[in-house]
């Protein structure tokens, strides 16, 4: 792949610009910014126990979870990198209360960057792939960034979202709105290759991946959904269905936008105070715009996740997410309860 006729992701971003023009040079600058940060992280979660950086940093995050060492390095490489280039309004993050603003002697932009640092935390120790997730969002005229309510928009008005994946190779999986395409970091070299223009979900699957262990606490058109694909052959199905959970969104969504699937974590008795398990401006809004924009469908089962109207920075939501005629149906078994 790497060689002369080989396209960087710097490459990408600026013929895309030259074909397209949505691409200026702050937003460019701060995905490369992040595709860099990423590159750190990598770098660190690769290092695993030889890097002193396994186990628990001894703190916990407003959610109440305790935060592994590497989250929190994670998330200070991410802002140290983010700071000082003046493309940034402000920062938010699910290892930070609030947003953290731009330090009084960098410049300002236009834009936020919210993200979730190091996705799969229960994955770290074991040497189980793990990734960051981002989204990029306009900073609204009358706000200064630092504000939660800066934050709190509907995914349709994502402006770039991504993720990148920390596994047997390092993956950034990228859309501007126009596409998702994947770029695979080469060591050596130092740079994200493209290595996949246009990802396309095929609308079709016999793959699924949810917590099974949760199934009592699920409501029923997730129940009827599940019990058919387990049903396979025998059932209305009439077709053997497969289940995969690695238990990391990034490397569960990745299969997904690789090879078709469809990713649930459903409302269930044990999240529905807190409105479900995975966080909607930094984990389901990002992913559904990617996998959105790969063909795929991403709902809560009642409403597209991308127009969930958010009331708070860390609010929760139900996802279900990936080939499209999967979850158009578990979605209309919600319509008929
Ligand atoms: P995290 O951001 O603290 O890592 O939590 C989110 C993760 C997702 O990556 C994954 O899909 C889910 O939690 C796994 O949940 P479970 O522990 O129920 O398998
Ligand atoms: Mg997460």
Not at 83 to 102: C, N, Q, R, V
Not at 220 to 229: G, H, M, T
């Amino acid at each position: 792949m790497n060689g002369p006729n080989s396209v960087s992701l710097t490459r990408f971003l600026i013929e895309e610009q030259r074909a397209k023009g949505k691409i200026g040079a702050d937003l460019r600058l701060l995905i490369e910014v992040v595709a860099r940060a990423c590159k750190t992280i990598s770098i660190a979660v690769g290092k695993g126990a030889l890097g002193g950086v396994l186990g628990e940093a001894g703190t916990g995050n407003v959610q109440g979870e305790a935060q592994k060492k590497l989250d929190v390095l994670s998330n200070d490489i991410l802002l140290e990198a983010n700071e000082w280039g003046g493309h940034l309004a402000g920062l938010a993050s699910e290892e930070m209360d609030h947003p953290h603003a731009i330090p009084h002697h960098f410049p300002k932009g236009g834009y936020l960057l919210v993200f979730d640092p190091l996705d799969g935390s229960s994955n770290i120790d074991v040497n189980v792939s793990i990734g960051t997730i981002f989204s990029v969002l306009r900073c609204p005229e009358g706000m200064t960034g630092t504000e939660d309510e800066a934050f709190q928009q509907p995914g349709t008005t994502q402006v770039a979202a991504g993720y990148c994946v920390y596994g047997p190779s390092t993956t950034l999986v990228l859309t501007l709105g126009d596409g998702t395409h994947a770029f695979t970091l080469d060591r050596e070299v130092g740079s994200f290759l493209l290595t996949g223009r246009n990802l396309q979900i095929p609308p079709d699957t016999k793959e699924f991946a949810i917590n099974m262990s949760n199934t009592r606490f699920w409501e029923a058109p997730v129940k009827r959904y599940i019990d058919e694909l387990v049903a396979g052959k025998d059932g209305p199905r009439g077709k053997d269905f497969n289940m995969r959970w690695v238990g990391s969104m990034v490397a569960d969504v990745h299969r997904i936008v690789t090879r078709g699937g469809v990713f649930m974590y459903p409302l269930d008795s044990k999240t529905a105070a807190q409105g479900g398990r995975l966080r909607l401006l930094y984990e389901a809004n990002p992913m559904a715009f990617i996998v959105e924009q790969a063909g795929g469908a991403a709902t809560t089962g009642r409403q597209r996740i991308v127009e969930v109207k958010p009331s708070k920075l860390h609010q929760r939501v139900p996802v279900i997410l990936g080939s499209r005629n999967e979850v158009e149906r578990v979605t209309g078994y919600h319509g008929e309860g």
